[in-house]
């Protein structure tokens, strides 16, 4: 299956700190791609998958379930930790969840968590339907491209398929309850105007976390795809300064980039 144009996965082999970022739902690679070029440019190791069901047709994502797409983000932060001395998960949306997931589970292995406007639930009546409602009607209308940022397009489906929705609904229980086990630094940026995933998620993933240290950062200027947002180098410059706290070679001459 073709992969849609802009929705190819990036990597890059830079020096010993290494990215793994997570894309969200219905989305691909296309809405990460500056943010981890930016990383890049600035000598680091970036892997940015494209998660299985995405980038094509949303009949390929109705076949699949968070399983699938945890899987890859695994496998990927496992090969990143064999190149790497330090690896950091970064994450959009249900990415951001797939990257909270990912330091519950692995621990000292990742240094950092850093979270563009995560979702922790599916809202809305229509979440407590969807166990039945996805036997009945096979999609709803789409979530790509909420951005304020005039004449910027997210590459994603114009439609849901309600059986992925469900598997998300059931992913984002289960990172719930992984959160306490969340102990990394944490930087969580998020945008006040966001039509898809609201604050209460943010409010809720800092509620329960066990991290110390925690960075908020709201997004005044940009709606849920901050990354390609207003906010864009905001979300940048503030991951990297992070990274740069907690890895100190990063952004030393000849030390990050492997040289």
């Known amino acids: 299956m073709p992969v849609l144009p802009g929705a190819e996965p990036f990597r890059h082999e830079g020096g010993e700190v290494g990215v793994l970022l997570c894309h969200g739902f219905t989305g691909c690679p296309q809405s990460l791609r500056p943010w981890a070029e930016y990383l890049a440019e600035r000598g680091l190791t970036v892997a940015l998958p494209l998660l299985p069901g995405h980038g094509t047709r949303w009949e390929d994502l109705a076949l699949t379930g968070w399983q699938d797409w945890y899987a890859e983000v695994d496998r990927e932060l496992r090969a990143l930790r064999e190149k790497c001395a330090q690896v950091f998960v970064f994450g959009l949306s249900m990415g951001g969840a797939l990257a909270l997931r990912l ?98 998620d943010s409010a809720r993933i800092l509620s329960r976390v066990s991290s110390t240290d ?42 990050a980039t492997g040289g």
Do not use: C, M, W
């Open 214 to 255: 925690v960075t908020e950062v709201l997004l005044e200027h940009s709606y849920h795809v901050a990354t390609l947002d207003n906010d864009a180098e905001r979300i940048f410059e503030d991951s990297y300064a992070f990274i740069g706290r907690l890895a100190p070679s990063v952004g030393k001459e000849g030390t």
């Open 103 to 200: 330091a519950a589970k692995h621990g000292d292995a990742v240094q950092g968590v850093v979270v563009v406007n995560p979702a922790n639930k599916v809202h809305g009546l229509a979440a407590h339907a969807l166990p039945v409602v996805r036997h009945l009607v096979r999609t709803t209308k789409g979530l790509t491209s909420d951005i304020a940022k005039e004449g910027v397009q997210e590459v994603g489906y114009d439609k849901v398929p309600l059986h992925a929705a469900h598997s998300v609904r059931n992913f984002f229980r289960l990172v719930d309850s992984d959160l306490p086990q969340v102990t990394q630094p944490l930087l969580l940026l998020h945008s006040p105007q966001d039509h898809v995933v609201p604050p209460a």
